[in-house]
């Protein structure tokens, strides 16, 4: 391209005034020596917030006894790699305690924070989106009290969806990838153009920076884990993860023992973060010295493994098993698996270590609605085969199960409620396909011009606003209606209901019931 002599003028200038202002943003954070800073938090470098505010909205009436506060693992870990660099970090869980927006922004100026880290991962990939409500309104909250707060997003959403996060929420930057790097970037005062996997607006410009590459050292680069920086006594765990023993729900963690995914389920955002399919453990002696302080310390009893996949490789997970059994640790703990992950062999020595509930991905009866969504290859015999040999090692099961799919149609999705009546599972999920992003379903909803939600919280299953996938054969309106029927159907089962109270007892029997009596309303139903 030809420039006049004015014109590559112009264009020096802008350049000039561009990288000035890079310099005065970058000096803002750049917290230079810090070997001296005050290590109590007076002079606190980041603040790390896990967002509250929204658990009525998502979950409804559900939200008093039945869902879970689910302590933000992320935040802990990034905050332990931060403070393993040098720097003054704290966590403010607002989720946890119940704080409005109006509060939370409140307690971030008293804390008077250099830097303020909103963390976007839900308990589990999909629920990352809905948060981006609270996002947006506590991101409001904190430039109308200090205009001047610096205000960086991180997680699963704001990775998948990097320059519509940018642009549309009330924010200094976003992190695209994992957010550990990007953070340490700003922390150590690089220019914002050196900043590993960030974007960021200069004058309504928006810029971003190359992808940080993932940790690949879990274990030596990721080995702390700031569990002394979130209220433990404030977490709760599912209602079904402690059917035998409801009372126990409040002491309650979840951990992650690995990254990544290396299957490519449609509608599955996992990997939005790491930018491609991955998988990376930690040394199963980290996982073991990470429930020696959670038992040890903080006396928990119910423990969530996060992983995507936790039944996947067997030195990794068999040898954390051993060491738990070893140590003669009373958890109960609970974790993912798939259908064509589980050997016979080692059922007994998960069931030994405490690992009293397998969270199955089923998803569908059918074979072609399931080759459609790339689950597998299995068929209702082999899930059928596997669900029993589970039962049979003591261990229960959480199956999850999506209507919606693109190759469904009313016969498929009643064949996969036949399917799950018969496998009388001691609980489900009955989730709507949804097209979160991060997916690759997202990915076809936008090339084919598919109806998605008008706000994030659409995103949320149980919320009034949400708003599922339709099929090629059905409406939205159809496949949620038909999900919420089968959840009533499945859950007022009585085979279902003498299973649970001959297994738990007459009050996770009385529970199970109460649940069904809360509704959901539904905005796409008329309700």
Known sequence: MDFSNNEFLELKKDICEIKEELKKISSTLGCGDNSSRDREGLNLDLLLVNVGGTRKRVYQELSKDYSAIEPPFWAALTAGYIRKNGFNVKILDANAENLTHEETALRIKEMNPKLVSIVGYGQHPS????????????????????????????????SALPMKTITEENCDYVCEGEGFYALLDLLQGKDLENVRGLWYKINDAVYSTSRAQLVSDLTNELGEV???????????????????????????????????????????????????????????????????????????????????????????????ADGIKERGYKINFWAYARVDTIRDDYLQRLKEAGVN???????????????????GNFDSAKIKEIVKK???????????????????????????????LELNCEFINVYCASAYPGSQLYNLAIQ????????????????????????????????????????????????????????????????????????????????
């Not at 229960?396 to 399917?419: A, C, R, S, W």
């Not at 339709?470 to 309106?477: G, M, N, R």
């Not at 959840?487 to 109270?501: A, G, H, K, N």
Request: some cysteine; aromatic content about 10%.
């Open 390 to 420: 589970i039962k049979d090692a003591g261990i229960n099961i959480m199956g999850n199960f999506i209507f919606g799919l693109p190759e469904d149609d009313l016969q498929t999705m009643q064949e996969t409620l036949d399917l799950a």
């Open 127 to 158: 629920a990352s989106t809905q948060l981006m409500v609270g996002v947006r309104a506590l991101c409001d909250e904190i430039k109308k009290l200090e205009s001047n707060r610096k205000i960086i997003l991180i997680g699963l959403h704001a």
């Open 226 to 320: 700031a569990w002394d920086l979130l209220p433990m006594d404030k977490y709760k765990a599912h209602n079904w993860h402690c059917l035998n023993d409801l009372d126990s729900r409040q002491s309650y963690v979840s951990l992650s023992t690995s990254l990544g995914c290396p299957f490519n389920c449609v509608f599955c955002c996992i990997n939005a973060p790491f930018g491609k399919s991955s998988y990376r453990c930690w040394s199963p002696e980290w996982v073991l010295k990470q429930l020696d302080i959670l038992v040890n310390k903080y006396g928990v009893k119910n423990i969530k493994i996060i992983d995507e996949l936790f039944v996947l490789n067997p030195k990794h997970f068999l040898e954390i």
């Open 357 to 375: 509930w397998l969270a199955l991905g089923i998803e569908s009866a059918s074979e072609a609605v399931r080759d459609g969504a790339e689950k």
């Open 448 to 527: 084919n011009n598919w109806e998605l939600p008008k706000s994030w919280i659409g995103y949320a299953q149980h919320s009034y606003d949400f708003l599922p996938l339709p099929t090629k054969h059905l409406s939205a309106s159809e496949v949620l209606k038909f999900r919420d029927k089968a959840f009533d159907i499945y859950f007022t089962s009585p085979r279902y209901l003498e299973m649970v109270e001959q297994k738990f007892g007459k009050v996770a029997r009385e529970h199970v019931e109460a649940m069904t009596q809360h509704k959901l309303k539904r905005k796409l139903l008329g309700d």
